[in-house]
């Protein structure tokens, strides 16, 4: 039999038992995840849209009935995370990670030391801060996503996921910070401050880099801004033991 003749058995299954008894919270919860399951394994894109939808549909009434099911909030929430990530419009991307954010707040509510409620709530943030075109909301989405991937390690030390997701929100909200100063030197070429600061914003993506090249590169983007900082001030110490700083590691990866 191929599997999708079982899947149509298993749903006239399902529909006949929630006939039987609709108050049923289980039936929708295995029905849910049927759905959820089944619109993973299909490669068309508008069959998956379709397939998960209607698994938040049983997720949403097998929580009218019962409430307090946090597991069946955090797949909902995962749900609606997959949903977004398939959706092409930007706008409708943003609602569907605003409602998983709201999903996994209420696992939170439910069990707030499920260390991996915060790891999925956290990924969502990020994921909704990268879509994001202003700077200040970007900032405060990654700095939110930051909080609760620390949360997620502070209840689980081991957790890798979390560690590797946290560091690169930690570089986007560095990153954020470069364009700033980026900006303030389109309005002011000679504004000394800018470039020192824009130094120190590379070097400290520096710690965050696996990559030799990686580190190289930085190093020498943060020698730059310190250079042209001492260019501009002379007697700019902070910029001279930075750029000092700089050719040491520079020295050290050679």
Same mark, same amino acid.
């Given at each position: ?52 939808? $209607?698994?938040?549909?049983?997720? $949403? ?5 019962? &409430? ?27 609602? @569907? ?14 069990? &707030? ?11 969502? @943030? ?22 609760? /991937? ?6 689980? &030390? ?7 997701? /946290? ?5 986007? @909200? ?25 130094? /120190? ?6 710690? /965050? ?8 590169? @930085?190093?020498?983007?943060?020698? $730059? ?30």
């Amino acid at each position: 039999m191929q599997i999708d003749d079982m899947f149509k058995q298993i749903i006239k299954k399902f529909e006949k038992a929630i006939e039987i008894n609709p108050n049923n919270d289980k039936i929708y919860n295995n029905w849910g995840y049927i759905l959820w399951d089944y619109a993973d394994k299909k490669e068309d894109i508008v069959e998956k849209e379709k397939l998960y939808k $209607e698994a938040c549909e049983m997720f $949403e009434k097998s929580t009218e009935i019962n &409430p307090n099911n946090d597991l069946i909030y955090c797949v909902w929430g995962v749900t609606l995370v997959q949903l977004a990530d398939i959706n092409k419009h930007i706008q409708q991307k943003e609602e @569907l990670y605003e409602k998983a954010c709201e999903k996994f707040k209420k696992v939170n509510e439910i069990n &707030p030391n499920n260390d991996l409620i915060y790891r999925y709530w956290g990924v969502n @943030l990020g994921k909704l801060a990268d879509i994001k075109t202003n700077i200040l909301e970007k900032e405060k989405l990654y700095k939110a996503a930051s909080e609760k /991937l620390k949360k997620a390690i502070e209840i689980n &030390p081991d957790d890798d996921d979390s560690k590797y997701n /946290l560091k690169n929100c930690l570089r986007q @909200l560095v990153i954020q910070e470069i364009k700033k100063f980026e900006k303030a030197i389109e309005i002011n070429s000679n504004d000394e401050t800018a470039y020192f600061e824009l130094g /120190l914003k590379l070097l400290s993506l520096v710690d /965050l880099e696996r990559s030799k090249k990686e580190k190289e590169r @930085l190093y020498k983007e943060a020698f $730059e801004k310190f250079e042209k900082a001492i260019e501009i001030n002379p007697n700019d110490e902070y910029s001279k033991q930075n750029l000092a700083i700089c050719l040491i590691h520079l020295r050290g990866l050679k």
